[in-house]
Every structure is written in structure tokens, then in C-alpha cells.
């Protein structure tokens, strides 16, 4: 089998990128947190491939999200027994001030599939997350909106 120009260059870029991925502090865990990208159209194709992904879009803002409680109230009543009242963590879940959950390292699709899907322990030592029962999409929007607020509020912790 030989491979092409064009062949070479991608599996090099591919190599590169997982490269500058581990060399940054990627693992397996993280590559399920990672949203799948669009396939670039090429001179054989008519269209992209679809994107394949279970990530529900943002929701637009409706009557329905306004109806519901803001983002504080609903994190105080599905996440703080676990993350603390003021997002700092407890005996049984870490802080949402930590370093690791800026938004370079756990995007807002991390938190998606976390609190809709539960995820495996792999920065901390409390256990694997269940999925947050009866939270909806929207409430889930209003969630990370406000853990985002207060960590730009607060700043991060080490």
C-alpha cells in the first residue's frame, strides 16, 4: 500500500495533535469529552459528512427558560450537596473553582455529558458522578452559566 502526499500530511497532523494532547495532559477520560468534528468537504464529495455527536445544541431562550429558576437555585439543588453551596467542593465532590474545570480543560460539552450522562472518577479521589436525575436541558444551560459566572467571579483555585 502506498500512501500519497496528501495521505502523509494528514496522518502527520493527526500525529501532531495527539501529541500536543498528551503532552498537555490528555487522557483516554478526556476523549470522550471532546465533541466530534465536521468532516471538510473534499473535490470527491458533494457535501460534509454529518457531525456525530450527543451533545444537545444550547437551547434558545423561550418562555420555557425563563420560567425556570436561575442558575444559582438550580445548582443549589442538584449539585451543591456535592460540590459545596459555594462551588468549593465537599467530602463527596470536588470544587468547581479547581483549575482543572477552566474552560480550556473542561469545556461547557464536558459539563453537558457529565450531568446529563454521570462520568468517571479521573481528576479526583470522591468517586465516579451519577447522572443528575430530573435535571432538563434547559436547567443544565442555567447550571454551567452560573458555575461559569462564579469562576470568572472567583477566580480559580490551584
Known amino acids: 500500500m502506498t500512501l500519497n502526499r496528501h495521505d502523509l500530511r494528514l496522518s502527520a497532523a493527526i500525529f501532531a495533535a495527539c501529541a500536543i494532547a498528551f503532552a498537555c495532559g490528555a487522557d483516554v477520560n478526556d476523549a470522550r469529552d471532546a465533541s ?9 464529495s458533494a457535501a460534509p459528512a454529518p457531525t456525530v455527536t450527543s451533545d444537545p445544541p444550547a437551547p434558545p431562550t423561550t418562555a420555557a427558560a425563563l420560567a425556570i429558576p436561575d442558575g444559582a437555585a438550580v445548582y443549589q439543588q442538584y449539585c451543591a450537596e456535592c460540590h459545596g453551596a459555594d462551588l468549593r467542593g465537599t467530602d463527596k465532590g470536588p470544587s468547581q473553582l479547581s483549575i482543572i474545570y477552566e ?3 473542561h469545556g ?51
Open 36 to 44: 466530534v468534528a465536521q468532516a471538510e468537504p473534499t473535490e470527491t
Open 108 to 158: 461547557d460539552y464536558a459539563y453537558r455529558v457529565a450531568i446529563r450522562d454521570g462520568v468517571r472518577e479521573h481528576h479526583w479521589w470522591f468517586g465516579d458522578m451519577p447522572p443528575v436525575e430530573g435535571i432538563t436541558d434547559l436547567e443544565i444551560e442555567k447550571v454551567i452559566s452560573f458555575v461559569r459566572s462564579e469562576q470568572e467571579r472567583l477566580g480559580f483555585e490551584e
Open 103 to 105: 474552560p480550556n480543560h
